[in-house]
């Protein structure tokens, strides 16, 4: 037996690359350091693709956002400690909104890091990040990286799909093992969202209650956009005669023009319907935790199709609650509904006279003329809107306070999965991420309209969109701060308000900085060249729009939610 045999070797790199590949992962979005970067060369050279940004928030943002738009997770992969955290962040929205997506870090030896010995970016990296996605895996060893890319991608998307936390492990990072056994652990994985069929007595005990409702109505959510089943819901719809409510991601599921589209009256159709067929949605803060003044005082009877058992009765008792995945529910219930005769008449009629109203009153708010630099959000979104309209397949990023409750009203969506926002936690940061992910996603336009605050939480990464040519046009509404621009000082002592900003920063400087199209806009008609001229140049372009700094109200539209001082000075 010669012992001198050269057994060929393989590496963790390959494997790595391997089994991403093998699971349909064609991007990462992060940035590199030790102990990754010659994993993202590999990667690279391997033909994948890879978006360097210039914070991991960003990336890991970035990745979410492609995974809700494709239903394949987006992986964002980081270096140790700082790193890791960073991209936690992005992560845990992920989560929070239920979209997959897979957060893979280095890590520092694990020896060191178990004993607390101070090893280079020491971090107890899995524990850190348990409570913050749906499950935190390590691999310790070459040989688990086959299943363990597969365990990740499949949690990630199964049942209510989330990011998954994966360790790479020192050990495991540094590992290697004969080549030829390698490639038999390597696999591609069969199915991987299996249908999740829905009861039958659920499904006829949905239809009876729709099928006695007098004033029924569909709660669409982000889980029904989600499931990418457009025709089908819009059958549903239209089958049915039912007005339907988007919530704001789920806006352009069908068009915001649709005639059963209840958008612009919300606050006339929650309290007023009987029966509510929620698809996708979960009754959280945004829909008044589906109970008092947001519903009219009144329970309602609520039917609930979600794909997570325990959402249902999690904040008031669901009458017809239908555990199963979107596409296989909503079909049984057509089938189960078929024949049954549409929604009364009266019921749609009173919602589409209020849409009528509620627009005319917009309509002219939207073209107001002001002096120029003291636009006001209306008519300088009207500018915005009037764009977009020409370009349906344009990628709405939105985040802000006013910013986005204003853009949310009076933008309209046309097509699914167009408009992707704050989210579930209302939240700011998601903004130049969430236009990389979407830009490499759809090829398509993306449009982002932000806060001049929200920009801010992930400005450097304007960088990225033009070192990548990435289809980006970022609108800052830039009313000088947080809420407002002109708050004073409250104190009387040079203490700057919390709330105010250098006054008259000019953002799209940053812009042509990096090599971009600056521009400023101080009317709405100046506004709308710039942003079509821009939508159609397919070039990266940042559009300062400046507003009255007067312009904005406190927290926006959940002011409620808002604290002020009870003790009296
Ligand atoms: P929104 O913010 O638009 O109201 P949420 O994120 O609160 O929407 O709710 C989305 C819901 O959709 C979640 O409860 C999730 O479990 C559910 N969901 C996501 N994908 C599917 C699917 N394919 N089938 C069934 N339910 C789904
Ligand atoms: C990660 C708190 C909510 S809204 C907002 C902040 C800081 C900014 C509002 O100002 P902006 O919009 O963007 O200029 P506008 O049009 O009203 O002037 N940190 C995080 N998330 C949140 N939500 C906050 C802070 C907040
Ligand atoms: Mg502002």
Redesign the pocket.
Known sequence: MSTDTEVELTDSFYMIIESLKRNGIQNIYGIPGIPVTALIRSWQADGGKFFACRHETNAAMAAGVAGYLTGVPGVCLTTPAPGFLNGLAGAANATTNGWPMILLSGAAQRRNTDLQQGAFEEMDQLNAARPHVKAAYRINHIRDIPIGITRAVRTAVSGRPGAVYVDLSHEMLTGTMPAEEAEKLLFTPVDLTPKQLPDPASIQRAADLLKGAKNPLILLGKGAAYAKIDNEIKALVEETGIPFLPMSMAKGLLPDNHPQCAGAVRSFVLPGADVVLIIGARLNWLLGNGQGATWGNQLKKFIQIDILPQEIDSNVPIAAPIVGDIASSVAALRTALKGASKAPAEWLSAISERVAQSREKLAPRLQVKTAPGMMN?QNSLGAIRGVLAKYPNTTLVN????????TRMIVDQYQPRRRID?GT?????IGMGACIGSAVVTGDPVVAV????????SGMDVETIVRYNLPVTICI?N?G?????NEANAGGFAEPAP?AFTPGIRYDKMIDAFGGVGKNATTPEELATMLEDSIKSRKPTLINIVLDPD???E??RISGLNIERKKKK
């Open positions: 959000y985040e802000g306070a006013n910013a986005l409750d204003n704050s936690w209302g939240i700011m940061g932000e806060g001049d605050s929200a920009f801010g939480f509404m009313n701060g947080i809420y407002k621009g709330t312009a904005g109200v927290s926006g």
